[in-house]
């Protein structure tokens, strides 16, 4: 889909998968799509073709994708370990977890300039916001729910 206008730009079919988020990168030419069962596909967009599916988080799903500003890195939040995965599109590894959360993950999302992530979580926090320079990845903020006393 086209960005503010929805308009279709391109439909293709990709193996059955128990869907539970996906992201694109800025250029639309790579997909990273997660599983409820701790799948992780990249997916060519150009072509339509599942380049590879990987093992990502044994028996837990992936609750969210980024993609970093460099188009070739992307963030995996695991459901259930408390972390958020950088993994690199280009040669389908994991290149490092970053840990912080104290529960569960439930989203990413990234900065417009790409050096920012927000990944969120259950109580007693609701969302990090980390700095994603290649060079270092160190929690900015922690942003706490309303009410908790952590």
């Known amino acids: ?6 308009r279709l730009i391109r439909e293709f079919a ?7 988020s996906a992201g694109v990168n800025a250029g639309g030419t790579r997909l990273l799509r997660g599983s ?10 150009q072509s339509g073709e599942a380049i590879r599916r990987k093992r990502a988080f044994a028996g837990q799903y992936t609750a969210g994708i980024a993609f970093l500003a ?7 939040v695991n459901a259930s370990a408390r972390a958020v995965t950088l993994w690199d599109t280009t040669t389908q590894t994991r290149v490092r977890d970053i840990r912080g959360h104290l529960l569960a993950g439930h989203g990413a999302g990234r900065s417009g300039d790409g050096q920012r992530l927000i990944s969120g979580s259950g109580l007693p926090e609701s969302a ?4 994603l320079r290649m060079d270092v990845v160190r929690e900015l903020v922690n942003l706490k729910a309303p009410g908790t006393l952590f």
């Open 70 to 76: 460099d188009e070739r890195h992307a963030i995996v």
């Open 14 to 20: 990709l193996p059955e998968m128990n869907l539970s």
């Open 1 to 6: 889909l086209e960005a503010g206008t929805w």
């Open 36 to 45: 409820w069962d701790g799948d992780i596909e990249f997916v060519d967009v």
């Open 128 to 131: 990090k916001i980390w700095d």
